[in-house]
């Protein structure tokens, strides 16, 4: 099993450019999750998908979308990059339903937005 | 909004001693979770507490959680070379709530060899 998997693994932007990070997870998780965390911070939720075809705003959605494309992929979108969206993204994946609520995450992926 | 927040923010100690987290939040939760970064990694699961629970353990770990004071604490014991890492608090609340966690700052481990 691979796990949860990113791509890609580091991503420089200009600002207004835009992107999709990937993530995909094996382990038929229903709950996916996108972080973000910035040096000397945890980590602060963006949007979560409690199962395939919901999804919800974290406490720092703005600036970004998602898309749960089914059961495996969840995807974040920067339409429009700005410097403050620089950090480093994870993405995680959970199964509250059955009682798993330790969330397991992806390497992250590393975007610098000059 | 930061919910937990763990103490020390750094720790410094020799191999073979032990190392104490602490960890202190501000409303009603769930479970609490610790978590395991290394550098430049994605952080890894390492114990849940239930707020019905009041002492954990999974091998070198001992997990406490006091929801009179709100706060828990990890205990590594005997500790090692490989258990510098940054760790992690995360709580979540009841009902919807608990598919989302709220993370701390973290605390910095620094075992010396």
């Known amino acids: 099993n691979a796990g949860v998997t990113q791509t890609p693994k580091f991503q420089v932007l200009k600002t207004g450019q835009s992107m999709t990070l990937q993530c995909a997870q094996d382990?038929?998780?229903?709950?996916m999750y996108w972080y973000r965390q910035d040096p000397g911070m945890g980590l602060r939720l963006i949007y979560y998908s409690a199962s395939e075809g919901t999804t919800d705003k974290g406490e720092v959605p703005n600036g970004y979308n998602v898309s749960r494309l089914n059961k495996r992929e969840f995807s974040l979108r920067l339409e429009s990059a700005a410097p403050s969206q620089t950090s480093v993204y994870f993405c995680?994946?959970?199964?509250?339903?059955?009682?798993?609520?330790?969330?397991?995450f992806g390497p992250g992926t590393r975007l610098t937005v000059t | 909004s930061q919910q937990g927040e763990e103490d020390p923010q750094a720790l410094s100690i020799q191999e073979g001693e032990n190392a104490t987290m602490n960890c202190s939040y501000k409303?009603?939760?769930?479970?609490l979770q610790w978590y395991r970064q290394n550098s430049g990694r994605g952080l890894v699961h390492l114990i849940l507490?239930?707020?019905?629970?009041r002492e954990k353990h999974s091998g070198r770990l001992r997990v406490t959680l006091d929801t009179s004071k709100k706060s828990s604490s990890l205990l590594i014991t005997a500790s090692r070379a490989a258990d510098t890492a940054s760790y992690f608090c995360a709580t979540a609340s009841s009902g919807a709530g608990s598919y989302q966690l709220t993370f701390g700052k973290g605390t910095k481990l620094s075992v010396i060899p």
């Open positions: 382990m038929n998780h229903n709950s």
């Open positions: 507490i239930r707020s019905n629970e």
């Open positions: 995680a994946s959970s199964d509250p339903g059955s009682g798993l609520y330790g969330q397991y």
């Open positions: 409303t009603s939760i769930n479970n």
